[in-house]
Protein backbone atom coordinates (compact mmCIF):
# COMPACT_ATOMS: atom_id res chain seq x y z
CA UNK A 1 0.00 0.00 0.00
CA UNK A 2 1.28 3.24 -1.06
CA UNK A 3 2.85 5.46 1.87
CA UNK A 4 1.06 8.59 3.23
CA UNK A 5 2.13 11.76 1.76
CA UNK A 6 0.11 14.13 4.42
CA UNK A 7 3.17 16.27 4.90
CA UNK A 8 3.76 17.01 1.13
CA UNK A 9 0.50 18.98 1.44
CA UNK A 10 0.69 21.26 4.40
CA UNK A 11 -1.32 24.62 2.82
CA UNK A 12 -4.43 24.08 3.86
CA UNK A 13 -4.76 20.90 5.05
CA UNK A 14 -6.24 21.65 7.92
CA UNK A 15 -9.19 23.40 5.73
CA UNK A 16 -12.24 21.74 4.74
CA UNK A 17 -12.25 21.94 0.59
CA UNK A 18 -14.64 19.57 -2.10
CA UNK A 19 -13.19 18.12 -4.86
CA UNK A 20 -16.26 17.82 -7.26
CA UNK A 21 -16.67 15.56 -10.10
CA UNK A 22 -18.78 16.69 -12.42
CA UNK A 23 -19.90 15.99 -16.18
CA UNK A 24 -23.51 15.68 -17.60
CA UNK A 25 -22.17 12.84 -19.77
CA UNK A 26 -23.38 9.18 -18.09
CA UNK A 27 -20.69 6.69 -17.85
CA UNK A 28 -17.47 9.22 -18.23
CA UNK A 29 -15.51 7.94 -15.14
CA UNK A 30 -17.01 10.14 -12.55
CA UNK A 31 -17.44 7.12 -9.82
CA UNK A 32 -13.91 6.02 -10.57
CA UNK A 33 -12.50 9.16 -10.41
CA UNK A 34 -13.98 10.14 -7.14
CA UNK A 35 -13.66 6.91 -5.13
CA UNK A 36 -9.63 6.69 -6.70
CA UNK A 37 -9.44 11.00 -5.23
CA UNK A 38 -10.86 9.85 -2.00
CA UNK A 39 -8.80 6.61 -1.82
CA UNK A 40 -5.85 9.12 -2.42
CA UNK A 41 -6.64 11.49 0.63
CA UNK A 42 -7.62 8.50 2.87
CA UNK A 43 -3.81 6.77 2.56
CA UNK A 44 -2.42 10.46 2.85
CA UNK A 45 -4.42 10.79 6.67
CA UNK A 46 -6.65 13.36 5.57
CA UNK A 47 -9.83 12.82 6.92
CA UNK A 48 -12.24 12.48 4.40
CA UNK A 49 -15.51 12.28 3.03
CA UNK A 50 -17.16 10.90 -0.32
CA UNK A 51 -20.68 12.23 -1.17
CA UNK A 52 -22.18 10.34 -3.79
CA UNK A 53 -24.85 11.92 -5.42
CA UNK A 54 -25.79 9.84 -8.22
CA UNK A 55 -29.41 7.56 -7.65
CA UNK A 56 -27.35 4.45 -8.50
CA UNK A 57 -24.76 5.01 -5.35
CA UNK A 58 -21.93 3.50 -7.22
CA UNK A 59 -19.09 5.33 -5.33
CA UNK A 60 -21.47 3.80 -1.77
CA UNK A 61 -21.39 0.41 -3.30
CA UNK A 62 -17.69 0.70 -3.58
CA UNK A 63 -17.41 1.97 -0.15
CA UNK A 64 -19.11 -0.30 1.15
CA UNK A 65 -17.18 -3.03 -0.25
CA UNK A 66 -14.10 -1.37 1.82
CA UNK A 67 -12.20 -3.24 4.25
CA UNK A 68 -12.89 -2.11 7.85
CA UNK A 69 -8.65 -1.39 8.45
CA UNK A 70 -8.30 0.11 4.92
CA UNK A 71 -8.11 3.87 5.76
CA UNK A 72 -11.26 5.64 6.22
CA UNK A 73 -13.50 7.45 4.35
CA UNK A 74 -16.92 8.52 5.47
CA UNK A 75 -19.89 7.99 3.05
CA UNK A 76 -22.89 10.31 2.32
CA UNK A 77 -25.82 9.20 0.06
CA UNK A 78 -28.04 12.21 -1.56
CA UNK A 79 -30.01 11.02 -3.38
CA UNK A 80 -33.64 12.59 -2.86
CA UNK A 81 -34.91 14.37 -6.30
CA UNK A 82 -35.93 16.76 -4.23
CA UNK A 83 -32.25 17.75 -3.19
CA UNK A 84 -30.28 20.38 -6.02
CA UNK A 85 -26.70 19.00 -6.13
CA UNK A 86 -24.19 20.91 -4.02
CA UNK A 87 -27.01 22.65 -1.89
CA UNK A 88 -26.20 23.24 1.39
CA UNK A 89 -27.40 20.28 2.76
CA UNK A 90 -23.58 18.13 2.49
CA UNK A 91 -22.54 20.24 5.41
CA UNK A 92 -24.72 18.54 7.60
CA UNK A 93 -24.12 14.95 6.98
CA UNK A 94 -19.88 15.01 7.60
CA UNK A 95 -17.98 14.89 10.44
CA UNK A 96 -17.11 18.57 11.46
CA UNK A 97 -13.02 17.82 11.13
CA UNK A 98 -13.46 16.77 7.30
CA UNK A 99 -10.38 18.31 5.61
CA UNK A 100 -11.43 17.07 2.03
CA UNK A 101 -14.74 16.40 0.22
CA UNK A 102 -14.96 14.56 -2.82
CA UNK A 103 -18.38 14.62 -4.61
CA UNK A 104 -19.47 12.54 -7.11
CA UNK A 105 -21.92 13.78 -9.26
CA UNK A 106 -25.10 12.50 -10.99
CA UNK A 107 -25.19 12.44 -14.83
CA UNK A 108 -27.95 15.13 -17.14
CA UNK A 109 -26.15 17.23 -14.68
CA UNK A 110 -27.66 20.88 -15.24
CA UNK A 111 -25.07 24.13 -14.91
CA UNK A 112 -27.54 26.48 -14.67
CA UNK A 113 -28.65 24.33 -11.37
CA UNK A 114 -25.05 24.55 -10.18
CA UNK A 115 -24.55 28.59 -10.70
CA UNK A 116 -23.61 30.16 -7.24
CA UNK A 117 -22.85 26.74 -5.56
CA UNK A 118 -19.57 26.68 -6.50
CA UNK A 119 -17.14 28.34 -3.67
CA UNK A 120 -13.43 29.76 -4.08
CA UNK A 121 -11.66 26.63 -2.42
CA UNK A 122 -13.51 23.85 -4.65
CA UNK A 123 -12.20 21.75 -7.45
CA UNK A 124 -13.68 21.03 -10.16
CA UNK A 125 -12.81 18.06 -12.09
CA UNK A 126 -14.09 16.90 -15.52
CA UNK A 127 -13.63 13.24 -16.76
CA UNK A 128 -13.84 12.60 -19.98
CA UNK A 129 -13.59 9.30 -22.93
CA UNK A 130 -12.07 9.21 -26.15
CA UNK A 131 -15.57 8.67 -28.13
CA UNK A 132 -17.22 10.67 -30.26
CA UNK A 133 -20.29 11.25 -27.99
CA UNK A 134 -18.47 12.21 -24.87
CA UNK A 135 -16.46 14.31 -27.04
CA UNK A 136 -19.83 16.31 -28.16
CA UNK A 137 -21.66 15.72 -24.69
CA UNK A 138 -18.49 17.40 -22.63
CA UNK A 139 -18.30 20.19 -25.09
CA UNK A 140 -22.05 21.35 -24.78
CA UNK A 141 -21.31 20.71 -20.71
CA UNK A 142 -18.42 22.33 -20.51
CA UNK A 143 -19.44 25.58 -22.86
CA UNK A 144 -22.29 25.99 -20.06
CA UNK A 145 -19.27 25.72 -17.11
CA UNK A 146 -17.97 28.96 -19.16
CA UNK A 147 -20.68 30.94 -20.06
CA UNK A 148 -23.53 30.30 -17.43
CA UNK A 149 -21.53 29.63 -14.55
CA UNK A 150 -19.01 32.61 -15.65
CA UNK A 151 -15.71 30.13 -14.88
CA UNK A 152 -12.63 30.91 -17.35
CA UNK A 153 -10.88 28.49 -19.14
CA UNK A 154 -7.44 28.96 -17.35
CA UNK A 155 -9.33 29.04 -13.69
CA UNK A 156 -7.28 27.04 -12.03
CA UNK A 157 -10.23 25.12 -10.05
CA UNK A 158 -11.34 23.83 -13.32
CA UNK A 159 -9.30 20.66 -15.08
CA UNK A 160 -10.17 17.75 -17.65
CA UNK A 161 -9.11 13.79 -16.99
CA UNK A 162 -8.63 11.92 -19.66
CA UNK A 163 -10.24 8.14 -18.57
CA UNK A 164 -10.20 4.73 -20.40
CA UNK A 165 -7.33 5.92 -22.87
CA UNK A 166 -5.07 4.12 -24.58
CA UNK A 167 -3.17 6.59 -26.85
CA UNK A 168 -1.88 4.57 -30.09
CA UNK A 169 -5.87 4.88 -31.17
CA UNK A 170 -8.01 7.14 -33.40
CA UNK A 171 -9.73 7.93 -30.88
CA UNK A 172 -7.29 8.76 -28.47
CA UNK A 173 -5.73 11.40 -30.93
CA UNK A 174 -9.59 13.19 -31.48
CA UNK A 175 -9.96 13.80 -28.04
CA UNK A 176 -6.20 15.35 -27.66
CA UNK A 177 -7.27 17.75 -30.67
CA UNK A 178 -10.48 18.44 -28.96
CA UNK A 179 -8.69 18.88 -25.41
CA UNK A 180 -5.50 21.08 -26.79
CA UNK A 181 -8.98 23.75 -28.16
CA UNK A 182 -10.50 23.82 -24.84
CA UNK A 183 -7.44 26.17 -23.06
CA UNK A 184 -8.02 23.89 -19.84
CA UNK A 185 -5.56 21.96 -18.30
CA UNK A 186 -6.14 18.02 -18.92
CA UNK A 187 -4.12 16.51 -15.56
CA UNK A 188 -4.12 13.16 -16.74
CA UNK A 189 -4.71 10.58 -19.36
CA UNK A 190 -5.66 7.43 -17.27
CA UNK A 191 -5.22 3.93 -18.31
CA UNK A 192 -7.91 1.37 -19.70
CA UNK A 193 -6.45 -0.68 -17.23
CA UNK A 194 -8.13 -3.83 -15.44
CA UNK A 195 -6.39 -2.13 -12.41
CA UNK A 196 -9.49 -0.30 -11.83
CA UNK A 197 -12.30 -2.78 -11.99
CA UNK A 198 -9.85 -4.79 -9.56
CA UNK A 199 -9.41 -1.79 -7.70
CA UNK A 200 -13.43 -0.96 -7.54
CA UNK A 201 -14.28 -4.26 -6.76
CA UNK A 202 -12.33 -4.43 -2.99
CA UNK A 203 -13.31 -1.02 -2.45
CA UNK A 204 -10.04 0.44 -2.91
CA UNK A 205 -8.24 3.14 -4.81
CA UNK A 206 -5.29 1.89 -7.43
CA UNK A 207 -3.20 3.64 -5.52
CA UNK A 208 -3.63 1.33 -2.77
CA UNK A 209 -3.10 -1.81 -5.09
CA UNK A 210 0.20 -4.01 -4.32
CA UNK A 211 3.02 -3.66 -6.41
CA UNK A 212 3.58 -4.50 -9.09
CA UNK A 213 -0.13 -4.57 -9.80
CA UNK A 214 -0.62 -0.52 -9.66
CA UNK A 215 2.57 0.53 -10.23
CA UNK A 216 2.27 2.18 -13.82
CA UNK A 217 -1.17 3.82 -12.27
CA UNK A 218 0.35 5.30 -9.43
CA UNK A 219 2.25 8.25 -11.53
CA UNK A 220 -1.05 9.62 -12.55
CA UNK A 221 -2.50 9.86 -9.62
CA UNK A 222 0.61 11.91 -7.91
CA UNK A 223 0.40 14.38 -10.58
CA UNK A 224 -3.57 14.83 -10.50
CA UNK A 225 -3.17 14.88 -6.38
CA UNK A 226 -0.01 17.62 -6.87
CA UNK A 227 -2.05 19.46 -8.98
CA UNK A 228 -5.13 19.54 -6.97
CA UNK A 229 -3.30 20.29 -3.55
CA UNK A 230 -0.12 22.32 -4.83
CA UNK A 231 -1.05 23.82 -7.92
CA UNK A 232 0.19 22.67 -11.54
CA UNK A 233 3.88 22.10 -10.72
CA UNK A 234 5.50 20.52 -13.49
CA UNK A 235 6.48 16.50 -12.71
CA UNK A 236 9.98 17.33 -12.63
CA UNK A 237 10.26 20.28 -9.77
CA UNK A 238 11.22 18.37 -6.36
CA UNK A 239 8.69 19.33 -3.94
CA UNK A 240 9.49 19.55 -0.50
CA UNK A 241 7.09 21.16 2.15
CA UNK A 242 6.38 24.37 2.43
CA UNK A 243 4.10 27.76 1.29
CA UNK A 244 3.30 27.29 -2.23
CA UNK A 245 3.63 30.68 -3.97
CA UNK A 246 0.76 32.65 -4.81
CA UNK A 247 -0.25 32.71 -8.53
CA UNK A 248 -0.64 35.65 -10.53
CA UNK A 249 -3.79 35.81 -12.64
CA UNK A 250 -3.91 37.43 -15.99
CA UNK A 251 -6.84 38.63 -17.58
CA UNK A 252 -9.15 36.20 -18.88
CA UNK A 253 -8.28 34.36 -22.08
CA UNK A 254 -11.58 34.65 -24.71
CA UNK A 255 -13.67 31.95 -25.14
CA UNK A 256 -12.74 29.29 -27.49
CA UNK A 257 -15.35 29.58 -31.01
CA UNK A 258 -17.00 26.53 -30.83
CA UNK A 259 -18.14 26.56 -27.19
CA UNK A 260 -20.40 29.73 -27.78
CA UNK A 261 -22.75 28.32 -30.06
CA UNK A 262 -24.82 25.39 -29.65
CA UNK A 263 -24.15 22.10 -31.52
CA UNK A 264 -26.42 22.66 -34.29
CA UNK A 265 -24.50 25.58 -34.98
CA UNK A 266 -21.50 24.15 -36.17
CA UNK A 267 -20.26 23.06 -39.36
CA UNK A 268 -17.24 20.40 -39.87
CA UNK A 269 -15.40 23.08 -41.17
CA UNK A 270 -15.58 25.16 -37.77
CA UNK A 271 -15.03 22.42 -35.51
CA UNK A 272 -12.97 19.53 -37.50
CA UNK A 273 -11.82 17.72 -34.09
CA UNK A 274 -15.43 17.50 -32.94
CA UNK A 275 -16.44 15.63 -35.70
CA UNK A 276 -13.98 13.33 -36.28
CA UNK A 277 -13.40 11.11 -39.06
CA UNK A 278 -11.68 7.77 -37.95
CA UNK A 279 -12.43 6.55 -34.45
CA UNK A 280 -11.64 2.91 -33.58
Known amino acids: MMQARHEHYEVGADCMRR ?12 TTVATNLASNYAV ?61 TP ?17 LLIPIQPSAVDIRATADFTRDL ?9 DRRLAMIGNRTRRNTGAFQSLQRFL ?37 DHKSWQTIMDWIEMGAVPASVVRVPGPVPPVAVGPALP ?15 EVPVLVPKNLN
Open 107 to 123: ASLRVVDLVGRFSAQDT
Open 180 to 216: DNLKIPVLEHLRDSHNYAVAAERGLGVCELPPPNGRH
Open 255 to 269: LPAFLTKPWGSHTTE
Open 44 to 104: RGFKTALIDYDPQGSSLGWLRARAADAPPVYGVAIRESSRLPLAGVWQTRIPRDTQRVVVD
Open 19 to 30: IIVLNAKGGCGK
Open 146 to 154: LLIAKLRPQ
